[in-house]
């Protein structure tokens, strides 16, 4: 990994920009951080930072409609 690269993965976030990047709102990601889905750090009394790989390992992969679909059961009429 470059130090580029391995500063980039140490850059903090506001909330404002971590909600903006995520495409939710500043209060889901209170929450997520209140839930323990999310890390976040204190800069000061009152000001609270994301780290941008915190923000990577939140997101996860679901099933492409390419991959093989799981059994489908019949509606009876």
């Given at each position: 990994?470059?130090?580029?690269?391995?500063?980039?993965?140490?850059?903090?976030?506001?909330?404002?920009?971590?909600?903006?990047?995520?495409?939710?709102?500043?209060?889901?990601?209170?929450?997520?951080?209140?839930?323990?889905?999310?890390?976040?750090?204190r800069?000061?009394?009152?000001?609270i930072?994301?780290?941008?790989?915190?923000?990577?390992?939140?997101?996860?992969?679901?099933?492409?409609?390419?991959?093989?679909?799981?059994s489908?059961?019949?509606?009876?009429p």
């Amino acid at each position: 990994m470059s130090s580029i690269t391995a500063a980039r993965s140490r850059e903090l976030l506001t909330l404002d920009a971590a909600a903006e990047l995520l495409g939710v709102s500043t209060s889901t990601v209170r929450r997520r951080i209140t839930d323990g889905q999310l890390r976040a750090f204190r800069t000061g009394k009152r000001l609270i930072r994301i780290r941008i790989q915190d923000l990577d390992d939140l997101l996860r992969e679901i099933p492409s409609a390419g991959r093989r679909p799981r059994s489908v059961r019949s509606r009876r009429p």
